[in-house]
């Protein structure tokens, strides 16, 4: 019984965390974009510093029509928005965010089961661009498989690095092996690791799949109301998932300085917090990049930098031994 009790609290918080976060991402980036681009509006919704702008956005796709195209494949287009969403709940039981077992499942293969999960999230862009009957939508998602294909490898190998470095395959293993000089040391792998998975979720300036100044908005031309808000969600889930998954692997996790290691949770969230402010931060910076530069970066730079760390992480291994 008290075993699935434990179960059960451990899923409920997992739950709790993947409602409660996203909106977080979604709320701050209205907010810092705002400070930065000198925008006023999302600034006064319910007064003091804009603070119902987040629920104004949720009323408005709630009013909105629910329309689905007389020429799509209606069973997928209406399937799409959770296959997009869904994998990160279930990447999040996976992820540590404290010492003594504060995970919702540990897994002995952990790293590979995120990475696997992840990459079927980017199937629901696939599916919306396919299933919508409309030629802007497929070719959004033709991009957006494009994309899958050039960034998943430095992603995983960025990941097989770290994985190396700490001799196991499990999320929690990996920050309790851990140590300070890994971070100078595993810095190309990280920087590898945050940029691909920045690719994978379409994000600014790897947004190429949804430019709306060129497709509209992708293979999302055709969603309305809360079907195109879960997509949203989707994305905000994954700067989360992100976030935790290079601050886990490459930032120590719940280790802080100087051996504080009591907050061990507050340390992952702050890490997390920072990582997704910088996610922002190149949304507002940085213009989009054009395809072919997108997949040459992947190909010629990311790839490249990513075997290196390989190479290098084998010779300290084998130096230590």
Partial sequence: MSEALDIALRL??????????PLVIGQTEHK????????????YAGGFHGWAQ??????????KEDIVPAGADRRIFQLAPAVALLPYLLVLIAIPIGPDNAVGQAL????FFVLAVMGVGVLGSLMAGWASANKFSLLGGLRTAAQLLAYELPMLLAAASVAMAAGTLSLPGIVEAFHWWWVPWQLVGGLVFFTAGLAELQRPPFDMPVADSEIIFGAY??????RFALF???????????????????LGGW??????????????????????????WLRVTYPRLREDQLQKLSWTVLIPLALAQIAVTGVVKVVIS
Avoid: N
């Fill in 32 to 43: 810092v974009m705002a400070h930065m681009q000198g925008r006023l509006g999302p600034m």
């Fill in 255 to 280: 280790h802080g300085p100087f051996g504080a290691d009591g907050l061990g949770w507050l340390w992952t969230l702050l890490k997390t917090a920072i990582l997704a402010f910088g996610v922002i």
């Fill in 232 to 250: 949203l969600l989707a994305e905000y889930a994954g700067i989360v998932v992100l976030c935790a998954l290079t601050s886990v692997l490459f």
């Fill in 12 to 21: 409920l918080a997992v739950f709790v965390v993947f409602l409660v976060f």
């Fill in 54 to 63: 987040l629920v104004a956005d949720g009323v408005k796709f709630a009013q």
């Fill in 221 to 226: 031309t055709e969603y309305t109301g809360l």
């Fill in 108 to 111: 002995d293969a952990g790293i």
